[in-house]
């Protein structure tokens, strides 16, 4: 157990929908990041927040967004769904120091598994 | 931009031997790597990191070694078991933690 929460775990919508993905960081964990892992294109980072604040951003598409809430969960939200979107979309927390060189070790919660019809 | 690889998508050991996973990179200035394990049904688990100042680094278990020159990453699992069944990435660290992650490769071990 990573300690990082995400719910819910499956998700089925339609296209054109909107659904929202959460994740509990490890406690006192001050980043959250969300990554899309898909068949066709591997892990890839969307979005990083650190206590509260956006602070690096990938291929993160307009549709999507997220945040940081003050008690340090935070919320993706996916909308205008499309078929492609179906993946498994997971969010990672880590302690990420203030300045200076994060490390790599991520602990990842078990996902999100969103399928769109 | 930064691009990882990896060689082989599925490696296939019998329990007992050693497995290498291997790993390359595009990116000379890539200075930080690092080797997630993913289970089925499970988000990935960090393994081991290593920096570039570093060619080699030992886990319990588990090696790393950097080549910088050829621009190769390998991780090595000692005495592999079925509880390694896995797929592996390799991972870089860019700028704070945005990871840039390799395909996967799968491994298979045979009791």
């Known amino acids: 157990d990573s300690g990082v929460t995400q719910t819910p775990k499956h998700l089925i919508t339609a296209t054109g929908q909107r659904v929202t993905l959460r994740c509990s960081p490890r406690?006192?964990?001050?980043?959250v990041y969300w990554y899309q892992q898909s068949l066709d294109q591997g892990l890839q980072f969307l979005i990083q927040?650190?206590?509260?604040?956006?602070?690096a951003k990938g291929n993160i598409l307009e549709r999507f967004s997220a945040q940081q809430f003050p008690d340090l969960h935070s919320e993706l939200n996916l909308s205008s769904l499309e078929l492609g979107d179906s993946a498994l979309y997971f969010c990672?927390?880590?302690?990420?120091?203030?300045?200076?060189?994060?490390?790599?070790?991520?602990?990842f919660g078990e996902g999100s598994r969103l399928t769109v019809l | 931009g930064e691009s990882v690889g990896l060689h082989l998508p599925t490696l296939s050991v019998q329990e007992g031997d050693n497995s290498i996973i291997n790993c390359a990179y595009s990116?000379?200035?890539?200075?930080?790597f690092i080797w997630y394990k993913q289970e089925s049904g499970k988000g990935p688990q960090f393994i081991i990191d290593?920096?570039?100042?570093?060619d080699k680094r030992q886990g319990q278990r588990v090696t790393v070694l950097l080549n910088k020159t050829v621009k190769h990453l390998s991780l090595q699992i000692a005495a592999t078991q079925p509880g390694d069944s896995a797929v592996y990435f390799c991972?870089?660290?860019?700028?704070?933690?945005?990871?840039?992650f390799g395909g996967g490769t799968r491994l298979m071990v045979k009791p």
């Open positions: 990672a927390s880590s302690v990420a120091r203030r300045g200076g060189r994060d490390t790599g070790e991520l602990f």
């Open positions: 406690s006192g964990d001050l980043s």
């Open positions: 927040y650190y206590n509260g604040e956006e602070r």
């Open positions: 990116n000379s200035a890539s200075d930080y």
């Open positions: 290593i920096r570039s100042n570093m």
């Open positions: 991972a870089l660290n860019n700028a704070g933690n945005m990871l840039t």
